[in-house]
Each structure stands twice: as structure tokens, then as C-alpha cells.
């Protein structure tokens, strides 16, 4: 069967012309108005991912069900916003995974659906630091190749920029890694990325390793960055891999 994108959007026109460049590119859309039918289809075994429209009215309670849900960093959601957005944070912290400016050039849509929102991508597909097929520090493995997490023998869900952001913790564990050099290797595309929004996904992913690890393996490194310490690490000086200068 063909992936389904879910669309959510009461811009009649604008849904017309995303249904016909989506099924142009061989996947099937599903267009979802009201919040209980967005996060219906969003539990469905073939959703390959949701598309929100910031100017629908029903937008925070669709992100609001999703949440309740906890179907957010199961299914890669992208929000199409304005260009002069200043929703970013929010929208983030509700479970977006990607802010897609209008007016939408369909080659970025059809880039975050081929490589943001697909499951079992090959390990070339993970940003600009993809290499080898496990990764294993502390209690955390992560299969490349499935793009599976596990901490503690039990399963890590996480979204796409999380999985980013953990792949580059993991390759390179007891190193400070700066805000703009995090951006380079989880974040796609040209739109600029407010460092807040890096410590609001980083705030995520600690959580999240938190709840099955119980402890906080990822720890600030104040005015530098972020840095993975793992057990050997932890009495040693951190190097300052990609360190960069930060505003």
C-alpha cells in the first residue's frame, strides 16, 4: 500500500495542490480538519507523516490530542507556517518535528518526507553524521541501519531530530558539542534554527533517556554546549569536537 500523509488544513486550494504534488510523488493523502480524525489517522499502521496547517484554527487542539495521545515522536510531523512565524518554540514543544515556511517549495516538502519522516532509512540518510551501523555508549544502542533506540534493553522512541541529535552524542560521547555544530548534524534544510530551539529538543531527549536510564546522561556544558559523558569519561577532560563560536 501506498504511505499515507496525513494533511490538516482548511485551505481548500492549497489542499488541492499538496494532494496533487504528493500523489504525483506515489503517496496516498488523507485530508483531516477536525482534531479527533487527525489523530485517528495518525495511529494508522501505513501514516508515514502529518502535515499541520498554522493557519487552521483547529491547530493547537489537533497538537493538543496528538500530545494526549502520545503518538508525537512515533509519526514526523511537520508544520507549515507563515514566514514571519513567531510560533517556532511553541510548535516545537507540542511534538513538531519540522517547520515548513509558505509559501512551500515542493522539493523541501518532499525532502523532509524522503529523509525527516521514513522508517528503516540506510545510515547515509541521518545527516552529516551517519557512519557505521550500531552505536553503543552506556546504556544506549542505537541501530542505524533500523533506526531503532534502545536504553536499558527497552525501546526509545524518539523523532527524527531527536534520533539526530542522539546519533551525534553517541559518535562522538565526552565531547562538547556547540549549538550551532548540533544544528549542522540534525537539523535539514536553509531556515535559520534558533539556538533555543536546540536546548528545547535537547530538554526532550534528557528527559526521555532519563525515564529508562535514571540518571542524566547528557549534561550542560555552561556557555560552550552539550556533551554525552559516559562513565570512562566522566573524570577525564572533554575535548571540543566542532566546537564553534557562539552568539
Known amino acids: 500500500m501506498k504511505p499515507v500523509v496525513v494533511l490538516s ?3 481548500a486550494e492549497f489542499c488541492f495542490l499538496l ?10 493523502v488523507c485530508l483531516a480538519s477536525k482534531p479527533a480524525q487527525v489523530v485517528r489517522l495518525a495511529d494508522h499502521p501505513n501514516t508515514h507523516a502529518i502535515l499541520l496547517d498554522c493557519s487552521s484554527n483547529n491547530l493547537d487542539a489537533i497538537c493538543e490530542g ?14 507549515l507556517v507563515g514566514a514571519n512565524s513567531d510560533r517556532h518554540i511553541e510548535l516545537i514543544e507540542a511534538g513538531i518535528d519540522e517547520s515548513l515556511v509558505r509559501p512551500l517549495a515542493p522539493a523541501r516538502l518532499l525532502q523532509f518526507l524522503k529523509t525527516g519522516a521514513t522508517s528503516g532509512l540506510p ?10 551501523r550500531t552505536l553503543r555508549q ?17 525501546p526509545l522512541d524518539l523523532a527524527p531530530i531527536g534520533f539526530r541529535l542522539l546519533q551525534c552524542f553517541l559518535q562522538f560521547p565526552n565531547t562538547v558539542h556547540s549549538r550551532s555544530s548540533l544544528i549542522a548534524a ?9 539556538p533555543r530551539t536546540v536546548d528545547v529538543h535537547i530538554g526532550r531527549l534528557r528527559q ?14 555552561r556557555t560552550a554546549g552539550y ?8 573524570s577525564a577532560r572533554p575535548s571540543r569536537h566542532m566546537r564553534a563560536v557562539e552568539g
Open 208 to 221: 526521555a533517556l532519563r525515564q529508562l536510564s535514571g540518571y542524566d546522561a547528557i549534561r550542560t556544558v
Open 123 to 132: 545510515g547515509e540518510g541521518l545527516g552529516q553524521l551517519g557512519s557505521g
Open 186 to 194: 540534525a537539523w535539514r534544510g536553509t531556515r535559520p534554527v534558533d
Open 19 to 28: 494532494q496533487y504534488i504528493l500523489e504525483a510523488e506515489g503517496y496516498a
Open 9 to 11: 488544513s482548511e485551505d
Open 138 to 154: 552506556l546504556e544506549i544502542e542505537m541501530n542505524l541501519a533500523s533506526q531503532r533506540v534502545r536504553c536499558n534493553g527497552r
Open 66 to 79: 496528538l500530545r494526549r495521545s502520545a503518538l508525537t515522536g512515533r509519526i514526523p510531523i511537520a508544520a
Open 227 to 234: 556533551m554525552l559523558e559516559t562513565r570512562a569519561g566522566r
